[in-house]
């Protein structure tokens, strides 16, 4: 039996970096002064949002009001455009601490052009299922990388004069009934797979806020839980920035005063002064506690700040050059190819270029939405770089046959014919018809006629068509809330719930001559209200004609901000027709290259091998485009690597069984009862839950190809003093182009008194080569790389004996290996 031995002072009371901000006694004492002048009211005031993006000011005592925006890709708001950068989880795949500081510096240097003082990112929840629909935000299924880019982000961020938030605490890993789900997960694992992320953004990066979750842990909603705020977050990890909610996760006044929340966005409800002064006047909180939110909250804007210069700095243009080129470089760096079969890319010859994702930047949905300046698409980026491109644009591919729809099979009038009625449920007798041309609109928060209400209205349009010659329609239909199309009595697609907006695409065979009667129904719950609903007939002709014409086709397709974000999960696959389409053109020009758009993996089971080449651009930002011809066309060699493992069944996840019971019922988000997701796989998700179970993901953790090869040798470990090992290997590029590779560190535990995974990922390093170029890289790991969390003694442990250290470019090819004694 090893001895054991903790590294509680060492992980608890880690020293933040000596770039990080940090909130000294001096600050703290300032803003106690503050607080002592300040009238009860002034405080309570203090511990709600003034607007949805705003905190209020006190000019009495020269308070200014601070300005909240999103996050974590860019600023969302004070200012209609942004830079758009790369979503999360390809900064994780980048595997490039620069590049992560580099993101966060930008982001700092958009806020201080529009005066925003608190950044709502970057978001670093664990990957845990491809279904989450936030995946996309975050930095994938591994502690150490997601705490490592996170914390240069951070850093970078808060250099600027920024306050960062780490979001969302904690283990909000499915977006499905956020508010109502139980993530219900044992300490340890809590400790060594949701926790290290926000625990290094604090201790290392000197986070100076963290934003609470909407779900429960472990039975406690985050907002109101004591253990995880006060315990962990403020009393082990040290933490003494800033607690706020999420926009609108706080459930109860005393409990989450008494929890340690500081801040209730996006306005006081539970922190409304009649609930705070009645908690007070009950006993049940105290002024001390009011006061400590107030201090936390100033004396951080006074170490960042914020107290004693104004916020907007009018030297950093809103479109700012340097932000685009940071948005440029890190899509460069996180664009991983998955396959590259006969070494059909760099591409060669004529290209056709097509696909819904071609002529656009895909991204995903929700808060982290970001209205960019300008765009790069493939489609011009690629016929930019070269001449030989020719672009199908949707718009030509699909004509628009809306206008050929009449509004009964008598066919006298074109267009729909529209019915509006004033409850949800379209019950009785519809208070307007009329003859709508096209299905298009966008009330957003209006009604849609003068004496309609705002929210809780529904329509149904119906039309009849009858098509001139055989063919497949595309139907696309997006909407907030609930929408479904029928067409000769039969649903064929929608999203028939209370949701914000979202997307269904299909494809749908038609023949010549026959009548297709045409039923759409919507409804609004509350809040925004749009409906838009196309169908465009497929010119295969001209299709047929380009894929013959082509040496190879670039299809770029995936999901989108309608069927892949915030607050619902996602399905694993893409959608059908697209499935169907990968598998139709491969059948017509079998050099077929897939650009996919997602935030996590896909079910590649049906279309995957009729693809020579997949690229895996998840959300890449404003400058996507330009990143993904650039390795298209072999200009540069990609380096992206997976920060996740793709299943190549559902059934192969760890998790699978206990992400929850997804079916239809309990999908649904109207239920308020609470649920329960047991994380049964216990700290062996991703890659850990593989190796233990045998099971070899399609695409494992770690892995992406380059145009180049690299060698490791030579590996040497030496005891460094104090738990400290160095890990040395040379890595040459064998190959014919300057190319970068990641080297990955992982650590094994060969004997020790708890299960432990068979590996895992505790350094890495990227590197740069010219070909024929070898370098040196030493990497030090310390104590934490060989510890467990032990919850018997609730702390961190490293048991003396045996560690093998393992080096190589992906989680399942590491050709360096070594003992060490520790
Ligand atoms: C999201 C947060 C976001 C906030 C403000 C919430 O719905 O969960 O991540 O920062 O809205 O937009």
Redesign the pocket.
């Known amino acids: 039996m090893k001895l054991k031995f903790f590294l509680c002072a060492a992980l608890a009371f880690a020293s933040t970096c000596a770039n990080a901000v940090e909130i000294t006694d001096a600050h703290r004492q300032r803003a106690r002064k503050l607080v002592e002048q300040m009238t009860l009211d002034e405080k309570i005031r203090c511990l709600g949002g003034k607007t ?2 705003s905190l209020w000011g006190n000019e009495r005592l020269g308070i200014p009001e601070i300005w909240l925006a ?2 974590p890709q860019g600023l ?2 004070h200012a209609p455009h942004s830079t758009l950068y790369p979503a999360g989880i390809l900064a994780a795949a980048t595997w490039n601490r620069d590049i992560a500081a580099r993101y966060g510096e930008s982001l700092g240097d958009d806020a201080r052009a529009r005066g925003v003082g608190i950044l ?2 970057p ?1 670093v929840n664990i990957y845990r299922s491809p279904l989450c629909g ?1 995946n996309y ?1 975050y930095m994938g299924e591994d502690p150490y990388l997601a705490s490592e880019i996170a914390t240069e982000y951070i850093k970078g961020v808060q250099s600027k004069g920024v306050i960062a ?1 780490v ?2 605490f904690a283990a909000n890993n499915q977006e499905w009934s956020r508010h109502h789900a139980s993530s219900d997960v044992d300490e340890r694992t809590l400790h060594e797979i949701y926790f290290p992320a926000f625990r290094k953004a604090v201790q290392v990066a000197g986070v100076g806020a963290v ?1 609470n ?2 779900n429960l842990l472990n039975g406690v909603h985050a907002t109101q839980n004591r253990w995880l705020n006060t315990d962990i977050l403020r009393n082990l990890w040290g933490f003494n920035g800033i607690l706020m909610s ?4 706080v459930y109860s006044t005393v409990n989450a005063t008494a929890s340690g929340l500081d801040l209730e ?2 306005k006081p409800v539970f922190y409304k002064p009649e609930k705070i002064k009645d908690a007070l006047a009950n006993g049940r909180i105290t002024e001390e506690m009011i006061n400590g939110k107030v201090e936390h909250l100033l004396s951080t804007f006074i170490a960042f700040g914020l107290l004693d210069r104004v916020q907007k700095d009018p030297d950093i243009p809103l479109d700012y050059e340097k932000s685009r080129l940071t948005a440029l470089e890190t899509a460069r760096e996180g664009i991983v190819l998955l396959k590259n079969k006969d070494n059909i890319l760099p591409l060669k010859g004529r290209t056709l270029v097509l696909g819904p994702n071609c002529d656009t930047i895909m991204s995903g949905g ?3 939405s970001v209205s960019p300046f300008s765009v790069t698409p493939v489609s011009k980026a690629l016929r930019q770089m070269r001449k030989n491109t020719v672009v199908l644009p949707e718009s030509r591919l699909y004509y628009d046959i809306t206008s050929d729809v009449f509004t009964d099979s008598t066919c006298s009038r074109k267009g729909f014919t529209g019915r509006y009625y004033k409850n949800q449920k379209m019950e009785g007798t519809p208070a307007v018809v009329r003859t709508d041309s096209a299905i298009n609109f966008f009330w957003e928060y209006k009604a849609p006629f003068p004496d309609f209400p705002e929210d809780h209205f529904s329509a149904t349009w119906s039309g009849f068509y009858r098509p001139s010659k055989d063919g497949i329609i595309k139907i696309r239909i997006s909407g907030d809330d609930g929408y479904r199309v029928i067409i000769n009595g039969k649903t064929v697609t929608g999203d028939w719930g209370n949701h914000a907006l979202s997307t269904r695409e299909i494809e749908y065979e038609v023949s010549e001559g026959k009548g297709y009667d045409i039923r759409v129904d919507y409804f609004d719950n509350i809040s925004s209200a749009n409906i838009i609903c196309t169908f465009g007939m497929m010119d295969e002709e001209t299709l047929n004609r380009e894929l013959r014409r082509a040496d190879n086709i670039v299809y770029c397709t995936g999901f989108n901000s309608g069927l892949e974000g ?2 619902f999960d996602r399905p694993f696959a893409i959608p059908a027709f697209q499935e169907k389409f990968i598998n139709r053109l491969a059948s017509l020009n079998p050099n077929l290259t897939v650009v996919l758009n997602a935030g996590g993996g896909v079910d590649f089971s049906r279309w995957g091998d009729a693809a020579k080449a997949i690229l895996l651009a998840w959300y890449p930002g404003q400058e996507g485009g330009q990143a993904i011809a650039e390795i298209l066309t072999g200009k540069l060699s990609p380096s992206g690597k997976l920060p996740i493992s793709i299943e190549a069944k559902p059934e192969d996840n760890p998790c699978f069984d206990s992400y929850y019971a997804n079916n239809d019922k309990v999908r649904s988000n109207d239920s308020r009862e609470c649920r329960h997701v047991e994380y049964k796989e216990g700290i062996f998700s991703g890659y850990r839950g593989y190796d233990r179970n045998g099971v070899r993901p399609l695409y494992p953790f770690g892995f992406g190809l380059g145009y180049s090869r690299f060698e490791f040798s030579d590996l040497t470990l030496t005891p460094a003093g104090n738990d400290k090992v160095e890990v040395s290997f040379t890595i040459r590029n064998t190959g014919k182009m300057e190319a970068s590779e990641v080297a990955q560190i992982y650590v094994t535990d060969n004997e020790c008194s708890q299960p432990r995974p068979l590996k895992e990922l505790k350094g890495f390093e990227k590197v740069k080569l010219q070909p024929g170029k070898s370098q040196r890289v030493n990497v030090v790991l310390d104590k934490e790389a060989f510890s467990f969390y032990n919850p018997d003694l609730h702390d961190f442990v490293v048991e003396p004996g045996s560690f093998t250290i393992s080096v190589g470019n992906s989680s399942d090819n590491l050709p360096l290996s070594g003992m060490i004694d520790l």
């Open positions: 949805s993006f999103d996050g969302r708001n709502l990112g978001g936030r935000e938030t979001k969302h934003m979750s909407y999420d926009w609108t996760s966005m996006p929700g808060s982290g915030e607050g």
